[in-house]
């Protein structure tokens, strides 16, 4: 395998953030929506262009079976409603990540970051590199010295996150994020943390103690010990998601702009053909 490094990408992260930022006026094959696959197509494109890695992984959420999160903790993520047109494309995006010569992660019961952590583990493993394009700070927790996170900030510019940069933000370390997460809660995905403790005192706390469990052991949040050990499990990327090796995999180019022809997608089959044409 080259050293160049392995591109992971928060295939729905992208894709929602493309729904939303792209008119609904794009429209593909039947008068269906097609702004999310275009939006995430040039994101993807852009960030194989930057990155020039060796391979991709795409992992994505599963949404017609609950994930193990939502199984574990009631409330899990409640209240998220999705448009049909965003679902209906999420449904169809991991087949235009396939003909581009991409890997795609997703599995009953797992969710896209489960796919990122695997990919980075396996990366990390073989002596790789890995960069992790994703807008969900909860990634933070895999930055390392060879795995460096690529958040997306307005006007398309992309922040590069690394250990530094993560204890600059939150005051901890990589390691840490999960308990970080665990005592001051996460609003967007209904975790409701420790009662009473914000960002500030959590951080203070994960300087004095190096885990949750330590913070449990001496004492502290007796009667919300148990409950902080599921949050922590929640914010925790497992993994063991199922992903084989990943090879070296050039992209195929060709087939991904046959694939947008077919969807009636023709500014982005034309993009895809000059990439093409140009390897």
Not at 28 to 57: C, E, H, S, T, W
Request: net charge negative.
């Amino acid at each position: 395998m080259s050293d160049r490094p392995l591109l992971v990408i928060d295939g729905d992260s992208f894709a929602h953030r493309a729904y939303h930022g792209l008119p609904k006026t794009i429209r593909r094959k039947g008068d269906k929506g097609g702004g999310a696959i275009v939006g995430f197509a040039n994101y993807m494109l852009r960030l194989y262009a930057d990155a020039q890695p060796r391979a991709v992984v795409v992992g994505w959420d599963t949404l017609e079976v609950p994930n193990w999160r939502a199984l574990e903790l009631e409330g899990y993520q409640g209240g998220r409603e999705f448009d049909d047109e965003i679902v209906d494309q999420l449904s169809i995006l991991p087949e235009f990540v396939e003909a581009c010569g991409f890997i795609v992660g997703k599995g009953a019961r797992f969710e896209a970051d489960d796919f990122l952590a695997t990919a980075v583990r396996l990366e990390e493993a073989r002596g790789g590199t890995a960069l992790v394009a994703t807008g969900d700070r909860d990634a933070f927790q895999l930055a390392s010295e060879r795995t460096t996170i690529l958040q997306p900030v307005k006007a398309g510019e992309i922040a590069r996150i690394g250990p530094a940069e993560v204890r600059e933000r939150y005051g901890v370390e990589p390691a840490q994020v999960p308990d970080f997460i665990a005592l001051r809660g996460d609003p967007s995905d209904k975790i409701p943390g420790a009662r009473g403790v914000g960002a500030t005192t959590a951080a203070s706390l994960l300087k004095r103690y190096p885990d949750l469990e330590a913070m449990l052991g001496d004492g502290k949040f007796e009667l919300q010990a148990e409950d902080l050990r599921l949050y922590k499990r929640i914010a925790t990327m497992v993994a063991d998601a199922p992903l084989g090796e990943v090879p070296d995999t050039p992209p195929t180019w060709g087939r991904a702009a046959a694939l947008a022809r077919d969807w009636e997608l023709k500014a982005l089959s034309e993009r895809l053909e000059q990439l093409a044409r140009a390897t």
